[in-house]
C-alpha cells in the first residue's frame, strides 16, 4: 500500500468535500491493511479516517473517537492514547475525560521514555484542568513543565504555550507567575515556530501587576 499517495488522494478529496468517497477508500484501505497484517499502515489509516471524521460536514465525533480507541488498541503507545485526548478536548470539549485519557498518556508515554509526548500530554492536561477550575493541580501540571524544560528534554516548544498564558492570566500567585515567565524566557529564543516564539517572548515581557 502506498501510504503516501493515499494521503495525497484522501487529501484531495477532503479539500473538495467529497467526503463519502474519502471515507469509502480508507474504509477498503483499512480492510486491506488488516487482512495484510500491516499494522503500520493500518494505524495510519486510522488515523486518518479519526481525521476525516472530525473535519466532514457535519462532523461525526462518534466514529472518529472509535477510531482513535481502536487506533490505540493497534498502536498501544501513549502517543495514540494523547491523540484520543486532543479530540476529546478540541472536538468533542468533553473535560473530564480529556484529563483521564491524558494522565493514561502521560502515564504510557512516561514508561516509554517518549518526553515529546509526556510534554504534549501535560500541556493539554493543564488546559482542561484549569476550565475545570482545578487551579491546583494546574500549578502541579506547571511544576512537572518546568522540571522538563529546566532537564533541557526532548520537547517541542510551542505545546504549552496556550496553557501558559491561560494560566498566568488566571492566578494571581505571583511565585506561579514568575514560574511561568522563566519557563517562558528559557524556551522563546528555542522555540522554531516564529507564531509562538513571539507569544511566548510576550508572556516572558509581561508585567506582573
Given at each position: 500500500?502506498?501510504?503516501l499517495?493515499?494521503e495525497?488522494?484522501?487529501t484531495k478529496?477532503?479539500?473538495?468535500e467529497?467526503?463519502?468517497?474519502?471515507?469509502a477508500?480508507?474504509?477498503?484501505?483499512?480492510?486491506?491493511?488488516?487482512?495484510?497484517a500491516?499494522?503500520?499502515?493500518l494505524?495510519?489509516?486510522?488515523?486518518?479516517?479519526?481525521t476525516l471524521?472530525?473535519?466532514?460536514?457535519?462532523?461525526?465525533?462518534a466514529?472518529?473517537?472509535?477510531?482513535s480507541l481502536?487506533?490505540e488498541?493497534?498502536?498501544?503507545?501513549?502517543?495514540a492514547?494523547?491523540?484520543?485526548?486532543?479530540m476529546?478536548y478540541w472536538?468533542m470539549?468533553d473535560l473530564e475525560?480529556t484529563?483521564t485519557k491524558a494522565?493514561?498518556?502521560?502515564?504510557?508515554?512516561t514508561?516509554?521514555?517518549d518526553?515529546?509526548?509526556?510534554?504534549q500530554g501535560?500541556s493539554?492536561?493543564?488546559?482542561?484542568l484549569l476550565?475545570?477550575?482545578?487551579?491546583?493541580?494546574?500549578v502541579?501540571?506547571?511544576?512537572?513543565?518546568?522540571s522538563?524544560v529546566?532537564?533541557?528534554?526532548r520537547i517541542v516548544?510551542?505545546?504549552?504555550?496556550?496553557?501558559?498564558?491561560?494560566?498566568?492570566?488566571q492566578?494571581?500567585?505571583e511565585k506561579?507567575?514568575?514560574a511561568?515567565?522563566?519557563?517562558?524566557?528559557?524556551?522563546?529564543?528555542?522555540?522554531?515556530?516564529a507564531?509562538?516564539?513571539?507569544?511566548?517572548?510576550?508572556?516572558?515581557?509581561?508585567s506582573l501587576?
Amino acid at each position: 500500500m502506498d501510504l503516501l499517495k493515499l494521503e495525497e488522494r484522501i487529501t484531495k478529496l477532503i479539500v473538495s468535500e467529497q467526503f463519502d468517497l474519502a471515507e469509502a477508500e480508507l474504509q477498503q484501505a483499512k480492510l486491506q491493511a488488516t487482512q495484510e497484517a500491516d499494522s503500520y499502515a493500518l494505524e495510519e489509516v486510522l488515523s486518518s479516517l479519526a481525521t476525516l471524521y472530525r473535519v466532514k460536514e457535519p462532523p461525526d465525533l462518534a466514529k472518529a473517537e472509535s477510531c482513535s480507541l481502536e487506533l490505540e488498541r493497534v498502536s498501544g503507545t501513549g502517543y495514540a492514547k494523547v491523540q484520543t485526548a486532543m479530540m476529546l478536548y478540541w472536538s468533542m470539549h468533553d473535560l473530564e475525560r480529556t484529563v483521564t485519557k491524558a494522565r493514561e498518556g502521560i502515564t504510557a508515554a512516561t514508561a516509554e521514555q517518549d518526553d515529546k509526548t509526556v510534554y504534549q500530554g501535560l500541556s493539554l492536561l493543564g488546559l482542561a484542568l484549569l476550565d475545570l477550575h482545578q487551579d491546583d493541580e494546574a500549578v502541579r501540571v506547571l511544576g512537572e513543565i518546568e522540571s522538563m524544560v529546566a532537564a533541557r528534554l526532548r520537547i517541542v516548544v510551542g505545546d504549552e504555550t496556550l496553557f501558559l498564558e491561560r494560566l498566568f492570566e488566571q492566578t494571581k500567585a505571583e511565585k506561579t507567575r514568575n514560574a511561568i515567565q522563566e519557563i517562558a524566557r528559557i524556551l522563546w529564543p528555542v522555540c522554531r515556530e516564529a507564531a509562538f516564539a513571539d507569544r511566548l517572548k510576550t508572556l516572558a515581557n509581561a508585567s506582573l501587576t
